[in-house]
């Protein structure tokens, strides 16, 4: 996977999940809110995969 479409995959992931969260809290919907908590942590992951190969390249 190149570099935009990473970025691309992280961004979706993270908007996803930040939505997710909102509407299942909004609307006391516990699948969505889970699901969105999923997406969050997913993006989170990918994020801090890459900070670390950055700092590993330096």
Sequence with gaps: ???KTQKI?????CVLG???V???MAEQNDPVFIAGLFFVIAGYLLIRRKLKERIKDK
């Design 1 to 3: 996977m190149n570099s």
């Design 9 to 13: 995959f992280i961004g979706t992931a």
């Design 18 to 20: 930040v939505s997710g």
């Design 22 to 24: 909102a509407y299942g």
